[in-house]
C-alpha cells in the first residue's frame, strides 16, 4: 500500500509562494497518476492539478491555472506543487493523492486511491 506524505505548507502573505512536496513510499508510485486537492473549512475537496506518470500531461482547475505548477521526480518518489502568486482564497489543507486505475479522469477524488495526511496553506490578506 502506498503511503503519501505531504509538506512544505505554511502562512504565507498574498502574492506569496509556497512549494508542496508529496514523498511516496514505494518505488511503483512511478507508475501511478497523481493529483493535488484542496479543502476549506465547510467546502468539499476540491480538484487542483494532477499529472500523468510519464509527467508529459499535466491538467488544472481553473482558479489555479497559470499560477500553480505540478510536477513529479519519479527518481525521489516524490511529487510537487509549486504555488506562485497566492490568494487569500487558496487558504486550505492540500492533499495530494495516488490512483491505480489508469482510465478515470483524475479530476474527481473518487478516481484516487491514496491519499497523504495534509498539509496547511494559510494565504493572509
Known amino acids: 500500500q502506498v503511503q503519501l506524505v505531504e509538506s512544505g505548507g505554511g502562512l504565507v502573505q498574498a502574492g506569496g509562494s509556497l512549494r508542496l512536496s508529496c514523498a511516496a513510499s514505494?518505488?511503483?508510485?512511478?507508475?501511478?497518476?497523481m493529483g493535488w486537492f484542496r479543502q476549506a473549512p465547510g467546502q468539499e475537496r476540491e480538484f487542483v492539478a494532477s499529472?500523468?506518470?510519464?509527467?508529459?500531461?499535466?491538467y488544472y482547475a481553473e482558479s489555479v491555472k497559470g499560477r500553480f505548477t505540478i510536477s513529479r521526480d519519479n527518481a525521489k518518489n516524490l511529487v510537487y506543487l509549486q504555488m506562485n502568486s497566492l490568494k487569500p482564497e487558496d487558504t486550505a489543507v492540500y492533499y495530494c493523492a495516488a490512483r491505480t486505475d489508469y482510465s478515470r479522469s483524475g479530476y474527481s477524488l473518487y478516481d484516487y486511491d491514496y491519499w497523504g495526511q495534509g498539509t496547511q496553506v494559510t494565504v493572509s490578506s
Open positions: 499529472i500523468k506518470w510519464s509527467a508529459d500531461s499535466t
Open positions: 514505494e518505488r511503483t508510485f512511478s507508475f501511478y497518476p
